[in-house]
């Protein structure tokens, strides 16, 4: 089984700083790891993913995030927030084999940006 | 890159009628689509998991009689809600996986379902 934790439900940055949203995850095999970007009344699109290669993963819209198995993690970074960056936040984790593996989300963050 | 197409985008109907939403993914073969609804604010559920030509696989809790799933091809699946009510009204989400899968998870624009 998995899960994944995303603590807190709002982050808020000014615009220019580092965006830090984090994700801690359960999973009884080697995860994949998702971070998708929700807008309003749109569906989910992928920013990275981590399947088992590089443990640094860069991703669109210049976010990256670190896999990091002794701590559980998989945070996502954007070094510089962006006002097009205000979003809903999701990551995910799926069993990783097979095509019918599932992905469970984390209740998601909302991530606003500050003039 | 893979691209998922959901219709309609949105749609309102009367209690008691039923509405049918369609997944289409059109530029790669879906051996598995996935079908979630989303709550104002909140994450996404998993209603249930479909395989190319047999039945889908609902979660706990999931009405297969209310909604009902046909994933009819490699390309389409499509969600029906059946005798549809208010409390039915939500965001609906589905989401393709490719048979190589190269794509991975790849979703569709939602749809949003107003029952009055």
């Known amino acids: 089984a998995q899960s994944v934790t995303q603590l807190g439900s709002h982050v808020s940055v000014s615009e220019g700083a580092l965006v830090l949203l984090r994700c801690n995850y359960s999973?009884?095999?080697?995860?994949?790891l998702f971070w998708y970007v929700q807008y309003p009344n749109q569906g989910l699109q992928l920013l990275l993913k981590?399947?088992?290669?590089?443990?640094l993963v860069k991703g669109i819209n210049g976010f990256e995030a670190e896999f990091k198995k002794s701590e559980t993690s998989f945070h996502l970074t954007k070094p510089s927030a962006h006002m097009s960056d205000a979003a809903e936040y999701f990551c995910a984790v799926s069993g990783a084999h097979g095509a019918n593996s599932k992905l469970t989300f984390g209740k998601g963050i909302t991530l606003s940006v500050r003039p | 890159g893979a691209v998922v197409s959901q219709h309609p985008s949105w749609v309102i109907c009367k209690s008691g009628t039923s509405v049918k939403i369609e997944c289409r993914s059109l530029?790669?073969?879906?051996?598995?689509m996935f079908w979630y609804r989303q709550f104002p604010k909140q994450s996404l559920m998993l209603m249930a998991t479909?395989?190319?030509?047999?039945?889908?696989?609902?979660e706990q809790g999931v009405e297969k009689d209310k909604f009902l799933i046909n994933h009819a091809s490699l390309t389409l699946s499509t969600l029906t809600v059946t005798s549809a009510h208010p409390e039915d009204s939500s965001f609906y989400i589905c989401?393709?996986?490719?048979?190589?899968?190269?794509?991975?998870?790849?979703f569709g624009s939602g749809t949003r379902l107003t029952v009055v």
């Open positions: 981590y399947t088992s290669a590089a443990t």
């Open positions: 999973s009884s095999v080697p995860p994949y």
């Open positions: 989401s393709a996986r490719d048979v190589a899968q190269v794509y991975g998870y790849t």
């Open positions: 479909s395989n190319e030509g047999s039945k889908a696989t609902y």
């Open positions: 530029d790669f073969q879906a051996t598995t």
